[in-house]
Nanobody, 121 residues
């Protein structure tokens, strides 16, 4: 049983940075891959990034490559998303979610409540 809570969102100007955190509780964290997703009003939910369990293989959406970095600290049961060079198109509610072991597009069965990121001048 795993629970996830996101934090770190806020209002920033274009070009600014934020670091999102996904804090987990439950004994299964170390064997879960954690993904970050986002959803803007009127748009479909988008996969942003994912980090696997074990050796922490990562992937990123093309729209955020070179700007966002995902990492995890298993001792703290936390996954981070460092977001740099933010753009207005990054504005969305950001969610973290868990699936077993490896990153994929399906079977994210545990979700956090989301944190709002707004990028506006």
């Amino acid at each position: 049983q795993l629970q996830l809570v996101e934090s770190g969102g806020g209002l920033v100007q274009p070009g600014g940075s934020l670091r999102l955190s996904c804090a987990a509780s439950g004994f299964t964290f170390d064997i879960r891959a954690i993904g970050w997703f986002r959803q803007a009003p009127g748009k479909e939910r988008e996969a942003v990034s994912c980090i696997s369990s074990s050796i922490s293989v990562t992937n990123y959406a093309d729209s955020v490559k070179g700007r966002f970095t995902i990492s995890r600290d298993n001792a703290k049961k936390t996954v981070y998303l460092q977001m740099n060079s933010l753009k207005p198109d990054d504005t969305a509610v950001y969610y973290c979610a868990a699936r077993p072991y490896s990153c994929d597009k399906t079977n994210y069965n545990t979700w956090g409540q989301g944190t709002q990121v707004t990028v506006s001048s």
